[in-house]
């Protein structure tokens, strides 16, 4: 068994020496014999390794609470283009300039078009949908829906009233002459990006209603389906 010594690295025999005693070089440098056993640096790995083998079932359930709650977190954040849409669209509605019946009424003729991008389908009632499926919108004067921008987002669905729970799209459409008219209009998309026949839905009138023994006052949106607790 030999050794190097640190200060000539001429090879030293230790052959029969005592861990811990000492021995002479030829350049006159005494050496001690290395004490038997682990060395530090491989200690170091070994705990490390063992550490890391203890984390990973730590990270696997940390990764199945946490991926699930930042997409929730995602979706309801997307919700936010409904619920300002509709506060929006609910003042076009309200103050738009010039007399007009309601029963015919076209998102144009209010002024309301949500920037592109929208998740959303948005509903003044039955009637033709404007497509944002190419870069640049069809049929938009004479809408009474805006369907999903799935120009932007290829993979998200289309809805339109007829896909609304049926108490819903029974109550979306407005009457009487707007300003003054009365009317529900709504909203509906896929914002948990999960295959899903159910839509969020949302919808504001232009009255005070009860819903589910919650009131709801006129003006404010109204989440009838949540698409973020949708399995």
Request: charged content about 15%; aromatic content about 6%.
């Amino acid at each position: 068994m030999t050794m190097k010594c640190p200060k000539c690295q001429r090879p030293i025999n230790m052959t029969g020496l005592q861990p811990g005693s000492s021995i002479t070089c030829q350049c006159g440098n005494v050496v001690a014999v290395p004490k038997s056993g682990m060395s530090r640096t491989m200690l170091f790995v070994l705990i490390g390794a063992g550490l890391v083998v203890l984390a990973c079932p730590c990270l696997g359930v940390i990764s199945a609470i946490a991926i699930p709650n930042f997409i929730r977190f995602q979706a309801r954040a997307r919700q936010a283009e409904c619920h300002t849409q509709l506060k929006s669209l609910f003042t076009a509605l309200k103050v738009t300039d010039e007399p007009v019946q309601g029963a015919g009424l076209t998102f144009s003729q209010i002024g309301f078009a949500p920037e592109r991008g929208n998740r959303y389908s948005y509903f003044l009632g039955q009637g033709p949908m404007e497509d944002r499926s190419g870069s640049q919108a069809q049929g938009t004067e004479q809408a009474r829906g805006i369907g999903v921008d799935t120009f932007r987002y290829s993979t998200l669905r289309v809805f339109t009233v007829a896909d609304l729970p049926p108490a819903v799209a029974e109550e979306v459409g407005i009457s009487g002459t707007c300003p003054d008219c009365d009317f529900t209009v709504a909203c509906a998309g896929d914002v948990d990006n999960t295959p899903s026949d159910t839509p969020d839905v949302w919808t504001v009138s232009s009255k005070d209603r009860s819903i589910n023994g919650e009131p709801v006052p006129a003006g404010e949106p109204y989440n009838h389906v949540n698409d973020v607790n949708t399995d």
